[in-house]
């Protein structure tokens, strides 16, 4: 049942009168025309429906929506529940059987511990444990240590002896200058000479010189029978061992025959730069050595007599230099250098020794000053001297002159003077070193 419209056209018109006048040229016919058009032209299904809505619709919906959610959620918390409860009870269940598990292998450990017997030898550790942990580790470094150090010396050893090897065979084969000792008799004495040799070689010095001193030479060349072994002790010093089987016959040589031996091979190893000579038999101390007895050892050239050279001429007509100590003398040694040189320019006469000084002028001398500076000596020679470098004598007089110098301990000498610039290799104005050691490596 509707509710019928309280509008009809009494009414609207009642309605329309109450209203203030309005001013309008149309008329109360068209007005009224144009009103109802427009009531016609709004959808009627608004109007029903606006008319038509329940008030209580609102209410019921939100609470079927409660109800929906209640329905939703509910039954999941319910299930988390039963699921949290059926955790707790499964982990309380299998804790109770870790536990029974633990308290049965506990027991089972007990047990064995019980039935395995100790070590009768067993101590508890000591206290300082750690101690001998970190010695044990100190003690592996160091021999980790030990171990490089020696594998380092061992690469080293091994490099050396590689470079030795390449030493000796650059050194196969080299030119080497030895001095050889000569005993020549004259009709009152004998005389002691050396003379250089130079030969190729690859062999050591003891090795030369065991040969040279063994071996049948040339005529007055001084040989030692029975030489076993030479072997230098040190730069200074040389052993000379001999054979028992020879000693005897050594035991027999004149007094003579003593001295030459005795000053030739003194004569030899000063040239090599040796100062004592060491004598043994069969590597015992003391040798018998002639009319000397049983000798042990010779000091070389001990300062007695001059320290200056002289010439000798042989048969055969070769000139030698010799030490100025075989000449005969009746004065004191002379002292320094310059007096030896004069010295050696006057020589007794029927000597078997000649002077090196060459005949000068009566009025000039022929060395003009002699100085020394810086462990040298200079040798100045008068400006009217010429020097030839063709000239034998005056090669002799240089080498007697340069050899008296070193036995004064000069390191060098300069020869000062007009002429040639080299006398048979010997140069002039320039320093020239005296050849104390002819063993050249």
């Known amino acids: 049942m509707t509710r019928k419209s309280r509008w009809d056209e009494t009414d609207i018109e009642n309605t329309l009168k109450d209203l203030p006048p309005i001013k309008d040229r149309q008329s109360k016919e068209d007005l009224f025309t144009k009103i109802e058009k427009r009531a016609e032209e709004q959808p009627a299904t608004r109007s029903s429906s606006r008319r038509n809505k329940k008030p209580w619709l609102y209410p019921v919906m939100a609470s079927a929506a409660a109800i929906f959610l209640l329905v939703l959620i509910v039954p999941s918390f319910l299930s988390s529940q039963n699921e949290q409860s059926l955790i707790l009870n499964s982990s309380d269940d299998g804790d109770s059987a870790e536990d029974g598990e633990s308290t049965a292998l506990f027991e089972e450990s007990e047990e064995e511990e019980e039935s395995t017997p100790e070590p009768e030898s067993y101590e508890p550790p000591p206290d300082d444990a750690g101690e001998e942990e970190s010695y044990d580790a100190d003690a592996a470094s160091e021999r980790d240590e030990t171990a490089d150090e020696e594998s380092e010396a061992e690469s080293a050893d091994l490099h050396e002896e590689e470079e030795a090897e390449a030493e000796v065979t650059e050194q196969e084969t080299r030119m080497v200058t030895l001095p050889v000792p000569y005993v020549f008799s ?58 028992d089987e020879e000693e005897q016959s050594f035991q027999s040589l004149s007094s003579m025959e003593t001295d030459y031996y005795r000053e030739g091979l003194q004569e030899m190893f000063l040239a090599l730069g040796v100062k004592r000579i060491v004598l043994t038999t069969e590597g015992e101390d003391g040798f018998s050595f002639g009319a000397d007895g049983v000798t042990e050892e010779w000091e070389l050239r001990n300062g007695e007599g001059p320290l200056g050279y002289m010439l000798f001429t042989t048969e055969s007509g070769e000139t030698l230099l010799v030490h100025s100590s075989q000449a005969s003398q009746e004065d004191a040694s002379p002292g320094s250098f310059e007096e030896t040189i004069e010295w050696m320019k006057d020589v007794e006469e029927g000597s078997d020794l000649q002077s090196p000084m060459p005949e000068f002028d009566e009025e000039r001398e022929l060395i003009t000053e002699v100085t020394e500076e810086n462990g040298g000596i200079t040798v100045i020679f008068d400006e009217e001297y010429t020097f030839d470098e063709n000239s034998e004598e005056q090669a002799m007089m240089l080498k007697a002159l340069l050899y008296t110098a070193a036995e004064f301990g000069y390191d060098f000498v300069v020869f000062e003077g007009e002429g040639a610039e080299q006398v048979h290799g010997i140069t002039i104005g320039e320093e020239v070193y005296p050849d104390e050691t002819p063993y050249e490596q």
Do not use: R
């Open 186 to 243: 004259t009709a009152t004495d004998f005389v002691i000479a050396i003379k250089n040799e130079v030969i190729e070689t690859d062999e050591e010095l003891e090795d030369l010189l065991i040969n040279l001193l063994t071996e049948e030479g040339e005529s007055d060349q001084l040989t030692l029978p029975g030489l076993n072994d030479v072997v230098f002790i040190d730069e200074k010093t040389v052993q000379l061992d001999f054979t």
